[in-house]
């Protein structure tokens, strides 16, 4: 069964398209993230899931409820905003309550569902301080709180973790994918962030303006990237997206000195190979001039240009190579990705 489910979405503002046409669906338990750059639409979308926004077309059904018209209210789900949005002047146990309170929800279960909740996000002895009195990583566990206490099967997450630091954000991701699995509820989840998305998603909605660039598992959308923009935009660095020409033996990088990569004919088409996939070859393979490389202790990130396109190479360990240098790059056929130049989709028949 379906958690969640859109049918055909769209949200207007005049002659833009925050959301366009956008459908799928999220199965009961799952994991899934709205990705994609700033203005993407992923807000907007999770808005509409909400009922805070109202679609200019199309239905949203939830456990197969058409909900499209339905006040947030009445559509049984749970919600955790970026400012997390405490009241300052309440505890941490009277902000957890709020919600049910609110509700006129049986209050005998109060103190049960509370000592619950505080166990699981460690909060049992912050229970009588004050927001102000917590670190950024403890209010957002509040603000979890609140969500969980609700006992909803749909919680709806906007990009919570933005306003932590690196370390506490790499936290926290495990501890709400850890809590999403032992709950067993279905957790819709907003950022633009590739790590948090690949890390934490059973599935993954890539967006680009307001329409679904891929609807796919993490696994997916990193093997088997239905665009450029999906390509590029998973990964670190990025893949390397390079046009191809024709040569004799077949399409060959434009500007290069090699062998064919394709057997077909290279002109309208782009390769695209992951930095992580590429290695350096004693001699032979695909000539390239580095520019800089840069050490990160597991690996050296290193720049480097075939003719005039630009490239990365991530090699493991420290590489140590001058800038001007003469390399040469080589990878399995089997990491090669091929894509139309001009709309930018995916080539399966190319070898």
């Known amino acids: 069964m ?5 049918k055909n979405v769209s949200r207007q503002w005049g002659s833009h398209y925050a959301v366009n046409a956008a459908s799928f669906s999220v199965r009961e338990g799952a994991f899934a993230v709205l990705l994609g750059p700033s203005g993407c639409g992923k807000s907007t979308t999770l808005r509409l899931i909400a009922g805070l926004d109202q ?12 909900v499209t018209g339905l006040p947030s209210a009445q559509r049984n789900i749970a919600m955790v905003f970026q400012s ?3 009241f300052p002047h309440l505890s941490v146990a009277e902000n957890i309550l ?4 609110v509700r006129k929800e049986p209050a005998e279960h109060f103190p049960a569902r509370l000592q619950r909740v505080a166990e699981l996000l460690g909060l049992t002895q912050l229970l009588d301080r004050k927001p102000g009195q917590l670190s950024g990583g403890q209010q957002q566990r509040v603000a979890l709180g609140r969500a969980i206490i609700a ?3 749909v919680c709806l997450m906007d990009e919570p973790l933005s306003n932590l630091d690196a370390q506490l954000r790499h936290e926290m991701r495990r501890e709400i994918r850890g809590l999403q699995q032992k709950l067993g509820i279905t957790m819709v989840y907003v950022t633009h962030d590739q790590t948090e998305a690949m890390s934490m998603a059973d599935q993954v909605v890539l967006l680009r303006d307001g329409r679904i660039e891929q609807d796919a598992t993490p696994d997916e959308l990193y093997a088997r990237p ?3 923009f999906a390509a590029r935009f998973i990964g670190t660095p990025p893949m390397n997206i390079l046009r191809l020409a024709d040569g004799p033996q077949g399409g060959v990088i434009a500007g290069g000195q090699g062998e064919a990569v394709c057997s077909q004919p290279g002109a309208g088409l782009e390769l695209g190979v992951r930095p992580e996939h590429i290695h350096l070859a ?3 393979g695909i000539q390239a001039k580095v520019h800089s490389s840069e050490y990160f202790g597991a690996d050296t990130i290193v720049a480097c240009s075939i003719g005039e396109q630009a490239l990365s190479v991530r090699a493991p360990g420290k590489v140590v ?3 001007g240098e003469n390399i040469s790059l080589a990878w399995e056929r089997e990491a090669q990705h091929f894509f139309d130049a001009a709309t930018g989709g995916r080539r399966e028949d190319v070898i």
């Open 2 to 6: 379906s958690a969640i489910q859109l």
């Open 55 to 66: 679609p200019t077309a199309g239905e949203i059904l939830i456990a197969d409820k058409d």
């Open 84 to 86: 997390y949005a405490l």
């Open 98 to 101: 709020f919600g049910v309170k």
């Open 151 to 153: 006992e909803k099967p």
């Open 226 to 228: 239905a665009t450029t």
């Open 282 to 284: 004693p001699s032979g």
């Open 321 to 323: 190579l001058a800038a």
